[in-house]
């Protein structure tokens, strides 16, 4: 069996060579460089099949901070596939990045931007794995400068340029309320081990409200990473701004892992009074705002961008009824579902636009393009038969279970606003006249990529059983149960 730290050594090596080869060998094709990054990350991807879970030190010493339970594993494996997904698209975007670097003769500036995904896949594989204060951060400062970069990339660009300026500042912002917050929990505890932060919690001697302090201000700074109301200010513009397969992988990649550590954080707080109600509150506000605001929406980046904050309040529904299960299946759904939408909608604004009125008649112009949009949207909405109804199931079970009437009606309220704005898309492709009637062509690595998530959405939606199989492990901490105070 691999050693479990070895999986984030070989993705960092990984991208020290690809950084390496794009440096040294301006002429290569940059297809070459993004084939050698995704098909070294298929090789580590394999091999996690073959790492024995390794569950976090329980007496200290060097590895205290580091756990490869199951579900860190599995959350890897995600963050792999992502980022293959991710530098598959981005052989589809360099076009536009070769315009806005001013040079198109050379690779200059490309060699980064299929590099540093890579980068930011080390950084969220070590967050998934973070058990200690101290490493959470570490790891959320990799993976967030690692995006400073990728979103203002093409910096000749104004929006980027907005995108890349807003997410410089809130993001350090946030970072400020995660350090303010692990002072005070270390003040308070003597601790930044989170078992052992819990440990100090029960006994009894510690102050409770300057706990509870600490942890809301922690929040406020995970609150950012996962886009929850009020701290999604950044996204919509963010998220329109910046090239769209960064936008894909800022979407799926941080969130997946922003949640996985809220769930490790909240863990030893549980005991702490009115922690389950500022959860339900702040899944109501992040369900209500996120798919109200997604309503008007024209523009399908920023529709996107709105449903990921409303995505962040169905997540939190099972973050606040402590459903580690249904949230891990959500998140496994929204990857295939999202970097679905964003692999289509790639190449298609290069043809044509990024406002939905740029996909009317793409059915004529593009039936795969077209049919995989509209499997994409399918699954966002919830429909039967695919792996974001299935998601929504768990999730809504979640709430019945915990009696949680406020979340089922807000929930339910929320998948009505999307099948709305969601078919708005699916109109234009079908319904629709195109007043341009030229053919899209799709490349051979993107088609295959596309009908990989369509399968992988359909599966799930129709036998989810094995990912279910794989959460039912018994090594599971970050697997809320029980009651809590709510």
Not at 108 to 132: H, K, N, Q
Not at 292 to 313: C, D, E, V
């Amino acid at each position: 069996m691999i050693p479990a730290a070895y999986i984030e050594i070989a993705v960092i090596l990984l991208g020290v060579v690809v950084l390496m080869f794009g440096t040294f060998s301006p002429g290569t094709d940059t297809r070459v460089i993004a084939l050698i990054s995704a098909f070294g990350l298929l090789a580590i991807f394999v091999a996690t099949f073959y790492v024995a879970p390794m569950p976090a030190a329980t007496t200290g010493g060097f590895w205290s901070f580091y756990a490869a339970d199951t579900t860190a594993l599995v959350f890897k494996r995600v963050m792999l596939a992502t980022t293959v997904f991710v530098l598959l698209m981005t052989i589809d975007y360099v076009p536009v990045v070769r315009q806005y670097l001013g040079n198109s003769t050379t690779q200059r500036g490309l060699g980064e931007f299929f590099t540093l995904p890579i980068f930011t896949c080390a950084g969220l594989m070590y967050l998934v794995s973070a058990v200690d204060l101290v490493m959470i951060f570490v790891s959320l400062e990799l993976v967030t400068i690692s995006f400073y970069v990728l979103i203002s990339l093409t910096r000749r660009n104004p929006t980027t340029l907005e995108a890349g300026v807003k997410y410089l500042v809130l993001s350090a912002m946030s970072t400020g309320f995660i350090v303010y917050g692990i002072t005070w929990i270390f003040g308070v505890t003597g601790q930044t081990n989170l078992q052992k932060i819990g440990d100090a919690l029960s006994s009894g001697g510690t102050n409770q409200s300057a706990a509870l302090l600490g942890l809301l201000l922690t929040l406020v700074g995970l609150g950012f990473k996962i886009a929850a109301v009020p701290f999604q200010i950044w996204v919509p513009d963010v998220y329109q701004g910046a090239p769209t397969p960064v936008t894909a992988f800022l979407s799926v990649g941080s969130k997946a892992a922003g949640f996985v550590v809220l769930l490790r954080v909240l863990q030893p707080f549980l005991i702490l009074h009115n922690v389950g109600r500022l959860l339900i509150v702040i899944a109501l506000l992040t369900l209500i705002y996120g798919n109200l605001a997604a309503l008007p929406q024209s523009n399908l980046k920023r529709l996107l961008g709105y449903s990921s904050i409303a995505h962040a309040g169905y997540l939190l529904i099972g973050v606040a009824c402590f459903d580690g299960r249904a949230v891990t299946f959500y998140l496994i759904a929204y990857l295939l579902m999202t970097l679905l939408s964003f692999a289509v909608l790639v190449i298609v604004a290069q043809q044509t636009g990024e406002q939905i009125d740029n996909f009317d008649g793409l059915s004529q112009r593009s039936p795969f393009l077209a049919f995989a949009m509209l499997v994409s949207m399918a699954s966002l909405a919830g429909v039967p038969l695919t792996a974001g109804f299935f998601g929504k199931f768990l999730i809504f079970m979640a709430a019945i279970a915990q009696h949680q009437v406020a979340l089922i009606v807000a929930g339910a309220i929320g998948v009505a606003c999307g099948f709305y704005y969601y078919l708005k898309v699916v109109r234009a492709m079908y319904w629709q006249r195109a007043a341009n009637m030229d053919r899209i062509p799709v490349s051979g690595v993107s088609r295959l990529a596309m009908i990989v998530l369509m399968i992988g959405i359909v599966w799930l939606g129709v036998y989810p059983r094995p990912i279910l199989n794989a959460l039912n492990a018994k090594d599971r901490p970050v697997m809320l149960s029980g009651s809590a105070n709510h």
